[in-house]
């Protein structure tokens, strides 16, 4: 059971450039979130999801795609990369949502991106 | 929007003293609140939660407050030890009508335990 796992864990880019984030998680959880970790700022929320074929907005969600095709993976695009987007970048996810009880998230080691 | 405010931002203390975070919350309809704890170049791991239902909950060393009327919650570490040594996240978890679990993060605490 490897819990979470994003791919790649570092990566350099030129503005303009784009790629994708891969998270997969193997705990059969509904929910999944991208968060970006900035200095002094905590973790803001980029986008979720509620379950295969869904996706939502979060906090930050200017610059940024998500798909989630597959229960298990949640893909974070990003279509033409700015230096405002260096940020480290986790995913999460947790339990399907129970009424009236909220689940802890488990994150991923998280993706370390720079853009030149 | 919703907002938590968290504090101090950093913080040092000797081996063996204890350690306090406060948290601040704004949204009135959160009611889940977990704290995490960051080491250097790794994932948030949960340390401890606590649901509005409960004022204090204990694991060991670790312990969390929660004062609703007031809106704020605090982590409490006893005899701190050099591992303590860490990022420290509060949250807050409003539920929301679409069913998600949104989770609203402090700005973090750097806490440092000295030999």
């Known amino acids: 059971n490897a819990g979470v796992t994003q791919t790649p864990k570092f990566r350099v880019l030129k503005t303009g450039q784009s790629m994708t984030l891969l998270c997969a998680q193997d705990?059969?959880?509904?929910?999944m979130y991208w968060y970006r970790q900035d200095p002094g700022m905590g973790l803001r929320l980029i986008h979720y999801?509620?379950?295969?074929?869904?996706?939502a907005k979060g906090e930050v969600p200017d610059g940024y795609n998500v798909s989630r095709l597959k229960k298990q993976n949640f893909l974070l695009g990003l279509e033409s990369a700015a230096p405002s987007q260096t940020s480290v970048y986790f995913c999460?996810?947790?339990?399907?949502?129970?009424?009236?009880?909220?689940?802890?998230?488990?994150f991923g080691d998280g993706t370390r991106l720079s853009i030149l | 929007g919703e907002n938590v405010e968290q504090h101090p931002s950093t913080l040092s203390v000797q081996e063996g003293d204890s350690a306090v975070i406060k948290c601040t919350y704004s949204?009135?309809?959160?009611?889940?609140f977990p704290w995490y704890k960051q080491e250097l170049g790794k994932r948030p791991q949960l340390i401890i939660d606590?649901?509005?239902?409960?004022g204090e909950k204990k694991d060991q060393r670790i312990a969390v407050t929660l004062n609703k009327t007031a809106k704020h919650f605090s982590l409490h570490i006893t005899e701190t030890q050099p591992e303590d040594s860490a990022v420290y996240f509060c949250?807050?978890?409003?539920?929301?009508?679409?069913?998600?679990?949104?989770?609203?993060f402090g700005a973090g605490t750097r806490l440092a335990v000295h030999p």
């Open positions: 999460a996810s947790t339990f399907t949502w129970d009424r009236g009880s909220n689940q802890p998230q488990h």
């Open positions: 705990m059969n959880h509904e929910y």
């Open positions: 999801s509620v379950g295969e074929g869904t996706t």
């Open positions: 949204d009135s309809a959160s009611n889940y």
């Open positions: 606590i649901r509005s239902n409960v």
């Open positions: 949250a807050a978890g409003p539920l929301f009508s679409g069913g998600y679990n949104k989770l609203i």
